[in-house]
Nanobody, 125 residues
Framework: QVQLVESGGGLVQAGGSLGLSCAAS????????IAWFRQAPGEEREFVAG????????SFADSVKGRFTISRDNGKNTVYLQMNSLKPEDTAVYYC??????????????????WGQGTQVTVSS
C-alpha cells in the first residue's frame, strides 16, 4: 500500500476555482493509478477523476468533465486535481485513493486499497 495525504481544500464561491494535491510516500509512486473520489453528506462516495501511472491517460465523471483536470508529477510523488467553475453540488469531502500496485482504472471504490484522510471542499452559492 501507499500512504496518501490530501491538501488544498477550503471554501470557495460558486464559479470559483480550487486546487487539491495528493502527496504520496515511498519510491513506488509511479506504479500506482491514482483517483479522486468525493463524498457529500448523506451520499455514497463517488468517483471523480483518475490518472494512469504515467499520466498519459485520464478519466472523469460526467458531472465534472470540462471543469476538472487531473495531473501528476511522479518526481514529486504528487497528483493534482484542479477544479474550475465550481458548483454548490461539488461540496463534499474529497479523497485520493490508489488500487494495488500495477492495477488500472476502476470507478468503484471497492477496487481501491489505499486512501487519504480526505479534505473538505465547500462551494457557496
Amino acid at each position: 500500500q501507499v500512504q496518501l495525504v490530501e491538501s488544498g481544500g477550503g471554501l470557495v464561491q460558486a464559479g470559483g476555482s480550487l486546487g487539491l494535491s495528493c502527496a504520496a510516500s515511498g519510491r513506488t509512486f509511479s506504479t500506482y493509478f491514482i483517483a479522486w473520489f468525493r463524498q457529500a453528506p448523506g451520499e455514497e462516495r463517488e468517483f471523480v477523476a483518475g490518472i494512469s501511472r504515467s499520466g498519459g491517460s485520464t478519466s472523469f465523471a460526467d458531472s465534472v468533465k470540462g471543469r476538472f483536470t487531473i495531473s501528476r508529477d511522479n518526481g514529486k510523488n504528487t497528483v493534482y486535481l484542479q477544479m474550475n467553475s465550481l458548483k454548490p453540488e461539488d461540496t463534499a469531502v474529497y479523497y485520493c485513493a490508489a488500487p494495488p500496485r500495477w492495477e488500472g482504472y476502476s470507478g468503484s471504490e471497492r477496487a481501491y486499497t489505499s486512501w487519504g484522510q480526505g479534505t473538505q471542499v465547500t462551494v457557496s452559492s
